[in-house]
């Protein structure tokens, strides 16, 4: 079916109001990530759930930032009191599951840029 | 803390040309390590994946190799195309809950 996808694309917003950034992962994929990616840099991780559950929320910078996956489907990365340091892509990645080289490998979504003026 | 860094930062080849790009990692423990490719603006494609048992795997024009004794991992691109022009991105995946640590990738562009 579809691939990952990520809404919207992009999100101009004023310093101090809040984003809720969507995705939807390829149906059936257990793992959903979610990653924060500067100009010129790799994906830096930020939180990922295996089902509903968020497993590791390690790579959120601070609690302005959250995630949910209330069904195990589609994930919604929320960024309170916005600042300009929180212009970047954001993307989400979904993954059939752990164990396997093949389950694991993470499949990408276009991304969502986020401005904050 | 789990790394991966990733040289050289950037590389400019003459098309038809080979070239390598070099991982290294920290990661522990290892479950595998892939290499994407990410074109400007778009997200990041998988080229080649391998676990700890594998030293080489291919993928066309790309050929991926894996030391796990060293940490290290290499990507040979060989008579490189115009369309190879892209970033490259070393990932290594710690297995367990499956967090992986992306590398800061390699900048490839391609010149006729």
């Known amino acids: 079916g579809a691939g990952v996808s990520q809404s919207p694309r992009y999100k101009v917003t004023k310093r101090g109001q809040d984003v809720a950034l969507r995705c939807d992962p390829i149906s059936g994929h257990v793992s959903l990530y979610w990653y924060r990616q500067a100009l010129g840099q790799g994906p830096e991780f930020l939180t990922y759930?295996?089902?509903?559950?968020?497993?590791?929320k390690s790579g959120l910078p601070n609690d302005r930032f959250s995630a949910e996956r209330p069904e195990g489907s589609i994930s919604t990365l929320t960024i309170q009191r916005t600042e300009q340091r929180d212009s970047a892509m954001y993307r989400c990645?979904?993954?059939?599951?752990?164990?396997?080289?093949?389950?694991?490998?993470?499949?990408f979504g276009p991304g969502t840029r986020l401005t904050v003026l | 803390k789990n790394q991966v860094e990733q040289s050289p930062q950037s590389l400019i080849i003459l098309e038809g040309k080979n070239c390598t790009l070099q991982c290294n990692y920290t990661v522990s423990p290892f479950s595998n390590l892939r290499w994407y490719k990410q074109d400007t603006g778009r997200g990041p494609v998988s080229l080649t994946i391998m676990t700890f048992s594998e030293n080489t795997k291919s993928n066309g024009r790309y050929t991926a190799t894996l030391d796990a004794d060293t940490k290290q991992s290499s990507l040979h691109i060989t008579a490189s195309q115009l369309s190879d022009s892209a970033s490259y991105i070393c990932v290594v995946n710690g297995g367990g809950y499956q967090k992986v640590t992306f590398g800061t990738g390699t900048k490839l562009q391609v010149i006729p």
């Open positions: 990645a979904s993954s059939l599951a752990g164990g396997g080289t093949t389950n694991n490998e993470q499949f």
């Open positions: 759930f295996n089902y509903e559950a968020q497993q590791d």
